[in-house]
């Protein structure tokens, strides 16, 4: 799958090359994030295992090298950088692109070979993400299906109500796609007022207590000044002329 905004054309050659040395159980992933506000992030990962290093040893390259590449093709995003990420004894290549809105999310989409867009709503009240991935093209020509482990993620805001997905972590869902495969990942959501609020961070915004509770204590304040007042008026009226008691 050419994933042109996230992964060079460089990257991807050099990717499938990898695996049509037989480079085994490579995995590749790209995670979409998306928050109540309808931001959020997309990475692309590709994994390379113990296993993988070893291979990648005996064509002189290595996982830092095969991210520098992708770095230096040219064709990334602007402000999306190529990370590497230790994960125990695994080497990943990370390219993250972060997106303001779901248009500008859709835009993403739009630029990737092999995904197609049915449904992508964000209300109030839920999100309704509904799209088709193919893991097709020249890939399915030179690679074997069992020699690429796809993993289409998806982690939505508020609370899953349906999905189709193969696996579920919290609310980070996860679909398989074989080679030559066409996968539906549908999935939606409902959004509760405080997680719309919030923009989905399970709480209330930092401000919010300290704001409530600087109006309950001026309120309170007001109260005490306005009880002062009554008991003091009443006072002065009470010692007025001809109010005071008659002389023994």
Not at 79 to 108: H, M, N, Q, Y
Not at 129 to 141: K, L, P, R
Not at 152 to 157: E, I, K, S
Request: with cysteine; charged share 15%.
């Amino acid at each position: 799958m050419a994933m042109r905004p996230t992964l060079t054309c460089r990257a991807l050659r050099l990717f499938v090359l990898l695996v049509g040395l037989a480079l085994a159980a490579c995995t590749f992933q790209v995670n979409t994030t998306i928050t109540a506000t309808g931001a959020g992030e997309l990475r692309s990962e590709i994994g390379f295992t113990q296993e993988d290093k070893e291979m990648l040893k005996t064509i002189a390259t290595s996982p830092d090298k095969f991210c520098a590449d992708a770095q230096s093709g040219g064709d990334l995003p602007e402000g999306a950088p190529v990370t590497i990420e230790e994960r125990g004894d695994e080497t990943w290549c990370v390219v993250t692109v972060g997106f303001a809105s779901l248009d500008e999310l859709t835009k993403v989409y739009s630029d990737m070979q092999g995904v197609k867009i049915n449904a992508l709503t964000l209300t109030p009240s839920g999100l309704t993400y509904d799209v088709d991935i193919s893991f097709t093209g020249e890939q399915t020509e030179q690679v074997g299906a069992d020699q690429v482990l796809f993993k289409w993620q998806v982690t939505a805001p508020g609370t899953i109500s349906e999905h189709n997905a193969d696996e579920v972590d919290g609310n980070t869902l996860t679909w398989n796609v074989g080679i030559g495969e066409t996968v539906n990942a549908r999935v939606v959501t409902t959004i509760s007022p405080v997680e719309a609020l919030t923009g989905g961070g399970g709480g209330l915004p930092n401000w919010v207590i300290p704001t409530v509770v600087g109006l309950c204590c001026c309120l309170l304040l007001l109260v005490a000044a306005v009880v002062v007042g009554v008991v003091v008026m009443r006072r002065r009226q009470g010692a007025a002329p001809g109010s005071a008691p008659p002389a023994a």
